[in-house]
T-cell receptor, first 114, second 112 residues
């Protein structure tokens, strides 16, 4: 596609529910990143994939967070037993060739846990 | 102390003004410096990318990096209402597939 597509755009979850957030990167982009952006803050790194391999998951805040990219294209970020502190915008970014080429970000999924 | 500090604003200026946005950082391992613009309810988009100290100009935008002071700036000339957005500085340790460390962003409001 022309850009990075994320769905759903908005998600309201009751505390304790599991949620799944989808990212469809630009076709051919090898690298895919997930970032979390709390209100009034800059994005913070969660995890990084190169093709289907998850090379860095050091930013995942707890074992309730899980990400996968089984075929090296679409990625899913799953949050189990959601908590109020998980409320944030979850951004996905993809890139063909490193920081200098710029990361293309999606518009994000705004998750609200009530 | 966060690795990257950025004044959240808001910064309000009249149309046509020169805008100066700044970030400081503490980690000398950062070598690559970027400015992203984020409109409301959209993802960040890359504006400027610079390596090491010096200036880089692109149209109305100029990015400056002073590694000795650990200080980066973005200047916007002849600001327009369409420049109203949040400006995020971001830094990386290498040019490959590197994670980005962002500032919290400065909200800019340009009034007609």
């Amino acid at each position: 596609g022309a850009g990075v597509s994320q769905s759903p755009r908005y998600k309201v979850a009751k505390r304790g529910q599991d949620v799944a957030l989808r990212c469809d990167p630009i076709s051919g982009h090898v690298s895919l990143f997930w970032y979390q952006q709390a209100l009034g803050q800059g994005p913070e790194f969660l995890t990084y994939f190169q093709n289907e391999a998850q090379l860095d998951k050091s930013g995942l805040p707890s074992d309730r967070f899980f990400a996968e990219r089984p075929e090296g294209s679409v990625s899913t970020l799953k949050i189990q037993r959601t908590q109020q502190e998980d409320s944030a915008v979850y951004l996905c970014a993809s890139t063909l060739g490193g920081t200098g080429n710029g990361y293309t970000f999606g518009s994000g999924t705004r998750l609200t846990v009530v | 102390q966060k690795e990257v500090e950025q004044d959240p604003g808001p910064l309000s200026v009249p149309e046509g003004a020169i805008v100066s946005l700044n970030c400081t950082y503490s980690n000398s391992a950062f070598q690559y410096f970027m400015w992203y613009r984020q409109y409301s309810r959209k993802g960040p988009e890359l504006l400027m990318y610079t390596y090491s100290s010096g200036n880089k100009e692109d149209g109305r935008f100029t990015a400056q990096v002073d590694k000795s002071s650990k200080y980066i700036s973005l200047f916007i000339r002849d600001s327009q209402p369409s420049d109203s957005a949040t400006y995020l500085c971001a830094m990386a340790r290498n040019s490959g597939y590197s994670t980005l460390t962002f500032g919290k962003g400065t909200m800019l409001l340009v009034s007609p």
